[in-house]
């Protein structure tokens, strides 16, 4: 066994690692303990906001998905009936890759999706990519677009969709109110 030495006594090599491993644990973890938590997970208001469905159409009656990966704030990987399927938001655009408020809105989807959807299909079936159109509900009756808009984490959707008006306006309100990464105030 190896062995190191620590104030002339000689001490097993594993002792050394942990003492390592605990000396970047503290040091990496010193700045949070001063920042608080806010440091760790940018603050947001939780609105889960639900959308009339269409006259005729109740939750139930919505094509059910398992959710098998979260891609970024408005694109879910999800099974529908055992076949892998991309599903791109239909009345939500929120930030891409290396842009500002992207990990916090794809943090924020992850968290609000969980691991089922109910989806509902509008004027388009897909986009340029091959991707689904839909809009996002939880069982609860949430609509995940507009609740990602309504709490600031992504922008309206403007060229069409059943909802547009609707999460324009709830845009608009969060941005009034300064809500989420988008639209709160530099500190």
Same mark, same amino acid.
């Given at each position: 066994?190896?062995?190191? *030495?620590? /104030?002339? +006594?000689?001490?097993?090599?594993?002792?050394?690692?942990? %003492?390592?491993?605990? *000396?970047?644990?503290? =040091?990496?973890?010193?700045?949070?303990?001063?920042?608080?938590?806010?440091?760790?997970?940018?603050g947001?208001?939780?609105?889960?906001?639900?959308?009339?469905?269409?006259? !005729?159409?109740?939750?139930?009656?919505?094509?059910?998905?398992? =959710?098998?990966?979260?891609?970024?704030?408005?694109t879910?990987?999800?099974?529908?009936?055992?076949?892998?399927?991309?599903?791109r938001?239909?009345?939500?655009?929120t930030?891409?890759?290396?842009?500002?408020?992207? +990990?916090d809105?794809?943090?924020r989807? /992850?968290?609000?999706? !969980?691991?089922? =959807?109910?989806?509902?299909?509008?004027? +388009?079936?897909?986009?340029?990519?091959?991707? %689904? %159109?839909?809009?996002?509900?939880?069982?609860?009756?949430?609509s995940?677009?507009?609740?990602? =808009?309504?709490?600031?984490?992504?922008l309206?959707?403007?060229?069409?969709? /059943?909802?547009?008006?609707?999460?324009? *306006?709830?845009?608009?309100?969060?941005?009034?109110?300064?809500?989420?990464? %988008?639209? /709160?105030?530099?500190?």
């Amino acid at each position: 066994m190896r062995r190191f *030495s620590l /104030r002339g +006594r000689k001490q097993p090599a594993w002792l050394f690692v942990i %003492l390592l491993v605990a *000396s970047v644990t503290l =040091v990496t973890g010193i700045p949070y303990a001063i920042a608080s938590k806010d440091a760790r997970s940018p603050g947001f208001e939780e609105l889960r906001t639900p959308l009339t469905l269409p006259a !005729g159409t109740s939750i139930d009656q919505l094509q059910k998905a398992s =959710v098998y990966d979260v891609v970024d704030g408005d694109t879910i990987e999800v099974l529908i009936d055992r076949r892998l399927e991309t599903v791109r938001y239909f009345g939500v655009d929120t930030p891409e890759r290396g842009d500002t408020c992207f +990990r916090d809105a794809t943090e924020r989807n /992850r968290r609000l999706i !969980g691991s089922s =959807v109910l989806l509902l299909p509008d004027a +388009r079936d897909r986009d340029s990519f091959g991707r %689904l %159109l839909r809009y996002v509900f939880k069982s609860d009756g949430t609509s995940v677009d507009a609740t990602l =808009v309504a709490e600031g984490m992504g922008l309206a959707w403007r060229q069409d969709g /059943r909802y547009r008006d609707e999460i324009v *306006s709830l845009e608009a309100g969060a941005e009034t109110a300064g809500r989420g990464c %988008l639209w /709160r105030s530099a500190p």
